[in-house]
């Protein structure tokens, strides 16, 4: 499998992912760097298919129409997104890039058409939700502390210590992680019940 975490100006991070042997390729959360983004997906001489959006915030958005004017690339989204999509997905589905298996999680709280994406049961792309220290923030349009709880410690946490955490901003003291290891050292998931979550995110 191809898969490049791409830095963005300011803090955002692009992926892309693809089937070495399709050559078929995703991104996940353009961001503002199309360009960068469209020199690698050149240079490796993939053919973009998708570009999935974590949530509809525009810094994971603002690439999407020219990436698409570039390779006529299908926008996805979850389908309680309003931004302009071709393909609506639902908690469960799985998006085929190549022969890789990219499973959507449903994990609103910092939005509520915010997606976790499992590419390949080992890597999971946590958008706004998970960073690396960190967790998103609930105090949005659109947030919601316990939606978050829900996503953070019923579904998110439920997976392998092993999986790999890749987020969608460059907020931590490395650019990607574990689930074990934001276990043990996250302090935004430290064992709390749903009160104690909601009266610890609505901290000042
Ligand atoms: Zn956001």
Same mark, same amino acid.
């Given at each position: 499998?191809?898969?490049?975490?791409?830095?963005?100006?300011?803090?955002?991070?692009?992926?892309?992912?693809?089937?070495?042997?399709?050559?078929?390729?995703?991104?996940?959360?353009?961001?503002?760097?199309?360009?960068?983004?469209?020199?690698?997906?050149?240079?490796?001489?993939?053919?973009?298919?998708?570009?999935?959006?974590?949530?509809?915030?525009?810094?994971?958005?603002?690439?999407?129409?020219?990436?698409? =004017?570039?390779?006529?690339?299908?926008?996805?989204?979850?389908?309680?997104?309003?931004? !302009?999509? $071709? *393909?609506? @997905?639902?908690? /469960?589905?799985?998006?085929?890039?190549?022969?890789?298996?990219?499973?959507?999680?449903?994990?609103?709280?910092?939005?509520?058409?915010?997606?976790?994406?499992?590419?390949?049961?080992?890597?999971?792309?946590?958008?706004?939700?998970?960073?690396?220290?960190?967790?998103?923030?609930?105090?949005?349009?659109?947030?919601? =502390?316990?939606?978050?709880?829900?996503?953070?410690?019923?579904?998110?946490?439920?997976? !392998?210590? $092993? *999986?790999? @955490?890749?987020? /969608?901003?460059?907020?931590?003291?490395?650019?990607?992680?574990?689930?074990?290891?934001?276990?043990?050292?996250?302090?935004?998931?430290?064992?709390?019940?749903?009160?104690?979550?909601?009266?610890?995110?609505?901290?000042?």
């Amino acid at each position: 499998m191809f898969f490049r975490q791409v830095q963005q100006h300011g803090d955002n991070f692009s992926y892309i992912i693809a089937d070495d042997a399709a050559k078929e390729a995703a991104v996940v959360d353009s961001s503002f760097n199309a360009g960068e983004l469209t020199r690698i997906i050149k240079a490796e001489d993939l053919k973009l298919k998708y570009i999935i959006n974590t949530h509809g915030h525009s810094d994971h958005t603002a690439g999407n129409a020219e990436l698409q =004017s570039i390779f006529n690339a299908r926008i996805v989204v979850y389908n309680r997104s309003r931004i !302009n999509s $071709d *393909v609506k @997905v639902a908690d /469960g589905d799985v998006i085929l890039v190549g022969r890789i298996p990219i499973r959507v999680i449903h994990a609103p709280g910092h939005t509520p058409d915010s997606i976790c994406l499992l590419v390949d049961n080992q890597k999971l792309l946590t958008g706004d939700t998970l960073f690396v220290g960190e967790c998103g923030r609930t105090d949005l349009p659109g947030g919601n =502390s316990k939606n978050m709880y829900y996503s953070l410690f019923h579904r998110i946490l439920k997976l !392998n210590d $092993d *999986v790999e @955490v890749y987020p /969608g901003h460059d907020y931590g003291s490395k650019p990607f992680s574990t689930i074990g290891e934001e276990k043990r050292s996250n302090y935004t998931l430290e064992p709390r019940n749903l009160a104690e979550f909601i009266e610890f995110m609505n901290q000042p």
